[in-house]
């Protein structure tokens, strides 16, 4: 029986990548610095480089490759274009982080259709459900602080997998020692980036690469020592960004933080919450639509990996890993993160969410087949794939990004010129600069807009970048600048 997969031939799948996957990319032409934005290029533009690296650090966060990108954005050197190609290249680097990702999960023999086809669906879920497209490419601070992270993140697991010789097909016996001293360096290398990044998810990196050390050695039952050293490396990244006095600091902002049994209970309520959260229509329709294909993987994956005690241990790992990824986020400011932290963990709940469904029909063969037959094979596989095509535009980031790009987002970047244009106008140097309301907030660009107060953070910090008294944007009855 043939289902929404088994159709897929080259010409189908560009045409999926063309529908689905395209407008991201076009979106970033369209996209504008705020908030976060001018305040850091401010501090850089007062201090130097190597200031901002010392003041951040004492003031605020130890994330020190963060700190050095953030004093490297578009906006220190006043390129708006430059601005723009931030979220365009980091679209396409996430695109090849993904696709490093999926083909040493599967297996370098893995059939390579095979690997595309789940490439390309993978991507199409994650990004239709991704809670935050903007934070995620079209803001330079949620790039450089999660996006970066979780590139690095998939990179080093991917380079882990493909080194150690691990995958679902466990198709290739490693030769470890042949090229052991160039990736030692290289997995050290990424452990060191990835505290300076993002201190969450190295937790997360850490016990990633731990529990595939721990899983090598019952598979070839030799312990490789040398893999421990990018373990140390990472624990000394993670103690300069912890022992930064600059969390201090900003810790003092957020109320309730540091609660030892809030960090360790709050968590586990949430696991429940967002499992449901992220599930989400599309995931449980693709799941119908590729029922069938995903059954017939079955003899290209390695037996053990859909043994009882691998499932087992698969949940384990899962809840585990959520775990560790929340806990930190509640220590550091007493509540869950923001929704530009949540991407990282809609894409973990998703990479688990299909293995853990893909193991269960592998393992019970006969009776999915049994409910298949009973509650969903009597609707035709065209109506399964319709109704999950559907869906992506009806009830995810698919539909609104297509809006914002052929809408929302050209007049967006217009009023957004606009405005600029008043303000680096020298007429309007040091005047009190009122503008108006922008028509549209895109979804999938849009992060933050200035207020009607001229004293609030945001609106501050744009004034002094631009050299203006202050701004604001236009209330009722109040005429614009010219």
């Known amino acids: 029986m043939k289902d929404l997969l088994n159709y897929i031939d080259k010409n189908r799948l560009v045409a999926i990548v063309l529908a689905f996957l395209t407008p991201c990319l076009f979106l ?36 020190y490759v963060a700190t050095a990108l953030m004093s490297l954005s578009p906006v220190v050197f006043r390129s708006f274009l430059g601005y ?21 999960l599967l297996g370098p023999k893995f059939d390579s259709r095979l690997t595309r086809v789940m490439y390309v669906f993978f991507l199409v879920l994650y990004i239709c459900e991704m809670p935050s497209i903007t934070e995620a490419f079209n803001w330079y601070p949620g790039v450089v602080n999660y996006t970066l992270s979780l590139v690095i993140f998939l990179l080093g697991i991917a380079y882990y997998f493909s080194s150690t010789g691990l995958s679902l097909s466990m198709t290739t016996t490693p030769d470890w020692e042949k090229n052991k001293i160039r990736d030692i360096f290289v997995l050290s290398v990424l452990s060191f980036l990835m505290p300076g990044v993002n201190e969450s998810l190295v937790v997360v990196w850490l016990y990633f690469i731990s529990v595939l050390i721990l899983v090598r050695f019952l598979i070839y039952r030799k312990f490789p020592f040398a893999l421990l050293v990018p373990i140390v490396v990472g624990l000394i990244g993670f103690y300069i960004v912890y022992r930064a006095p600059g969390n201090l600091v900003r810790g003092a902002l957020f109320p309730n933080n540091h609660n030892i049994l809030f960090t360790i209970f709050r968590p586990l309520g949430l696991i429940v919450e967002l499992f449901f959260r992220y599930t989400k229509p599309s995931i449980i329709l693709f799941f119908i639509a590729a029922f069938s294909f995903l059954s017939g993987l079955k003899g290209k994956i390695h037996p053990s990996i859909f043994s009882k005690n691998a499932r087992i241990l698969t949940v384990l790992f899962y809840l585990s890993t959520c775990f560790l990824f929340l806990a930190p986020a509640h220590w550091a400011m007493g509540g869950a993160p923001a929704r530009r932290a949540m991407n990282l963990y809609c894409y973990m709940h998703l990479v688990f969410l299909i293995l853990m469904y893909c193991q269960y029909l592998w393992s019970q063969p006969i009776k999915s087949q049994k409910i298949y037959d009973a509650i969903i094979k009597k609707y035709p596989a065209k109506f399964h794939a319709a109704v999950f095509i559907l869906s992506l535009f009806a009830v995810s980031n698919f539909g609104v990004a ?7 987002a050209p007049i967006y970047a217009s009023e957004q010129a606009q405005r600029i244009a ?11 600069i009122v503008v108006p309301a ?11 807009e200035i207020s ?31």
């Open 422 to 432: 008043v303000l680096e106008d020298p007429e309007s140097r040091d005047k009190d």
């Open 452 to 482: 009607e107060n001229p004293s609030e953070g945001d609106n501050r910090a744009m004034a002094d970048y631009f050299g203006v008294k202050s701004i604001s944007i236009q209330s009722k009855g109040v005429a614009p600048s010219n």
């Open 84 to 104: 723009k190609w931030v979220g365009i290249i980091t679209y396409l680097t996430f695109l090849g982080a993904c696709w490093a990702f999926v083909r040493a």
């Open 28 to 63: 970033g032409f369209f996209s504008y610095p705020s908030a976060d934005d001018y305040p850091y290029s401010l501090i850089t533009l007062a201090k130097g480089f190597l200031g901002t690296q010392e003041y951040y650090y004492n003031e605020w966060s130890g994330r």
């Open 438 to 448: 922008l028509s549209f907030h895109p979804e999938t660009i849009f992060f933050a």
């Open 402 to 408: 297509w809006a914002d790009l052929l809408y929302r």
